[in-house]
């Protein structure tokens, strides 16, 4: 590992004016591209203690051994020489966009003497038009069929092409009416080369005019009576507008523009693309990077239009390109795609209207795809294998950990204070086993307290089970005030079963023994089965997560201490920067970013979070939607509904005398006492305010029982 210091350029040395730089290594390859405004400004920045840099950045300037730069007159050409050494060298810690796969494309090979329309993937040529990209090659010839009966352009290979040429007849395209035969000499090449134009302008867009030239020519045919050429028309416009349909209107303005939206998280970012031409959607395709280097959202932005625009010319590059946030070099970035296109380019983030909800159909599709990436990474057997090796040799753990358990604690401001456990097991979600807990041990936000309190809870669990049935038997009651189950409607689970797979505990070698005194009964007031299988806290993880850093961790380890278990490892994830900290470190493990560990703890860590914060959710939701009518014994919401459809508000009830609550049908004098008795004890609710006008409201209307 290098120090910086060992290779930084004399004071004085770089220029304050802007260029390109490349950090190299001791092999003398590139390693990191990047430009600047003022080269002296950036680079002072890399050469700061390492302490203070991001971890990214501290990585690539000790890889470093070099570093050079190249001085250039504007801004604009920082951008164009930054993209084509990105291209040239390809630094390691540089962002690059991955296809997730090869788009194919509608092409027009323009270049040709008889032009073809044909299924395109791969690099672009000079002197070919492309429509697309597409998702799927059938939709790109389902839509070419329905246009060949309007331009029969020609689609056959330049084999099948001679050969037709050769033996005088045309293949059979030519003898059904969807290819205009120039082999045979039917059409002149010009004439053919005006078919395949019509063709471009017609996929370019420019629908309008030539679907209303083709109703003249109908309305023409039919007054002169011929109507058979007036029925072609017909169906050849039909066509056409089947062909359209196929892209719905989604810019009323008949926009061109290309729509660009990022899904990102602290290791990746995945990035949408919508080509539209002519108020539809023409293409779609996606990329997903690892974030090898410290960039923002912008710097992404700026990223990706450097990937999609910086092989393209002339009207390859729309007149709007919309993106949700703009570059940092917003001038020198609209300045090189007006150079590329040849007049003005709009770079902008669309605010209100159509555009707006667009980008928020694309951005949707950024975020399935980042999932969906996530996913796939996730499920492959040898990637969880690979992963769960890369957290024991992290931690120096003496095996995998074959189960894996995440606590998080979730509150608002201190109030309804709730925790999650959730289960990975051979790097696979348990949903069966995730639990919720409520914090009850005291009250406020400490989320380091809570965490003990909820280690201590759950393997406290842990104990007794051992200590009731020898070693794994059937669980007692639960601990109703902790745990609830993640079952639907809030019933417990059935019994997990330990049968199957690594990671599985073991079994019973006879009939588990019985607690003395009453049989187990679950949250659901059934007897589970005795069929000696480990019943829910019975099994104990290899390791804990824990969500946050240090002081989160020294409690969890704290409080197994206490509980005398020593054969659990603990670690700590921290949302800032995804580092891994274990009890009594002064310093984290930082996992490499493409490790496929860190890409598990950050899984079993999110999923732990979302299940806290449903939960957090949940009872804030049912709180608020409490009444003092709850607290009535013996009335049912029939009559609590009665109640306030009678007086209308909780407060008009709270007034009434208790003669006047008899009058409701269907309450005697003593439920109406009891109505009366838990209003009085019941505080009554903070007067609602009025957030633009600072107005307390009166509540006159009715409320919810």
């Known amino acids: 590992m290098a120090d910086p210091s060992s290779y930084r350029p004399e004071p004085g040395q770089i220029p304050d004016s802007p260029g390109v730089y490349k950090f190299r290594d001791e092999h003398r390859r590139v390693i990191y591209v990047g430009k600047a405004k003022s080269l002296r400004q950036r680079l002072a920045n890399y050469f700061q203690p390492l302490a203070s840099l991001h971890p990214r950045t501290a990585t690539m300037v000790t890889t470093a051994a070099s570093v050079e730069w190249t001085v250039v007159s504007t801004e604009v050409e920082a951008l164009q020489l930054e993209y084509s050494w990105i291209k040239e060298f390809d630094p390691r810690f540089n962002v690059k966009y991955r296809d997730d796969k090869s788009y194919p494309y509608l092409a027009v090979t323009l270049n040709e003497e008889f032009p073809r329309v044909q299924v395109m993937r791969g690099h672009k040529k000079k002197g070919v038009r492309y429509f697309g990209p597409y998702a799927h090659a059938w939709a790109i010839r389902e839509t070419v069929d329905l246009m060949l009966r309007v331009f029969p352009v020609r689609t056959c290979s330049a084999g099948v092409f001679r050969n037709a040429a050769s033996a005088g007849r045309p293949c059979l395209l030519g003898y059904i009416g969807k290819c205009s035969a120039p082999c045979v000499g039917r059409v002149t090449p ?58 719905a209107v989604v810019l009323a303005d008949a926009t061109d523009a290309d729509l660009i939206a990022l899904a990102e998280d602290e290791l990746e970012a995945a990035v949408q693309i919508f080509h539209v031409r002519g108020g539809r959607v023409r293409g779609q395709r996606g990329w997903v990077t690892d974030k090898v280097e410290a960039v923002s959202t912008a710097g992404l932005v700026e990223h990706a239009i450097q990937q999609l625009y910086g092989e393209e010319s002339g009207d390859a590059v729309p007149k709007e390109v919309l993106v949700p946030t703009l570059p940092e070099d917003l001038e020198a970035v609209a300045q090189w795609l007006a150079g590329r296109r040849g007049s003005a380019v709009s770079l902008r983030v669309p605010q209100r209207g159509d555009k707006k909800d667009l980008m928020e159909t694309v951005a949707r599709n950024a975020q399935q795809a980042l999932v969906l990436h996530k996913t796939k990474r996730a499920s492959d057997l040898t990637t969880r294998s690979r992963a769960l090796e890369e957290i024991a040799e992290a931690l120096d753990l003496d095996s995998a950990p074959l189960r894996i358990e995440c606590f998080d604690i979730s509150h608002l401001q201190g109030d309804d204070v709730v925790a999650s456990m959730v289960v990975f097991e051979d790097g696979l979600p348990r949903k069966s086993e995730y639990r919720r807990f409520q914090i009850k041990g005291f009250e406020g936000q400490d989320d380091v307290r809570s965490m003990h309190e909820v280690i201590s809870r759950r393997f406290k669990r842990y104990l007794a089970e051992k200590e009731r049935t020898g070693e794994w038997g059937p669980e007692g009651v639960e601990d109703t005030e902790a745990v609830e189950s993640a ?22 070698t006879g009939p588990a023994p019985h607690a003395t005194g009453a049989a187990p009964v679950g949250l659901s007031g059934e007897v589970p089965a005795d069929d000696g299988r480990p019943r829910r806290f019975a099994y104990p993880p290899q390791l804990v997560v824990v969500d946050g850093g240090q002081p989160q961790v020294a409690a969890a380890r704290r409080a197994l201490d206490e509980l005398g278990i020593d054969d659990i490892a603990v670690c700590g994830l921290a949302k800032r ?32 979070h979302d299940f806290a914060i449903r939960y957090q959710r949940s009872k804030r939701n049912k709180r608020i939607r409490t009444s003092p009518l709850d607290a009535v014994p013996g009335l049912g919401d029939t009559r609590k509904q009665a109640l306030i ?35 009085a004890q019941a505080a009554p609710a903070a007067p609602a305010v009025n957030t633009a006008t600072g107005e307390i409201m009166e509540d006159d209307g009715g409320s919810t029982a």
């Not at 017909?234 to 892209?247: Q, S, T």
């Not at 891994?580 to 732990?608: F, I, N």
């Open 577 to 608: 920067l995804e580092e891994v900290w274990l009890p009594g470190d002064d310093d984290p493990v930082v996992l490499p970013r493409s490790s496929e560990g860190l890409y598990l703890l950050q899984r079993v860590r999110d999923t732990a």
């Open 487 to 508: 079952g639907v409607n809030g019933t417990a689970p059935a019994a997990v079963s330990a049968v199957g797979g690594p990671g599985a505990a073991p079994h019973a």
């Open 645 to 679: 459809k009678h007086f209308g508000s909780v407060k008009r009830l709270r007034q009434a005398t208790i003669e006047q609550i008899c009058e409701v049908p269907g309450l005697g004098r003593k439920t109406a006492e009891a109505v009366a008795v838990a209003l």
């Open 190 to 247: 010009e004439e053919h080369r005006e078919l395949a134009e019509e063709f471009s302008d017609f996929m370019a867009g420019r629908t309008g005019t030539y679907i209303r030239r083709l109703e003249k020519r109908m309305m023409a045919a039919a007054e002169e009576m011929e109507y058979e050429k007036a029925a072609r028309l017909r169906d050849d416009i039909g066509a056409l507008r089947r062909a359209m349909e196929k892209n």
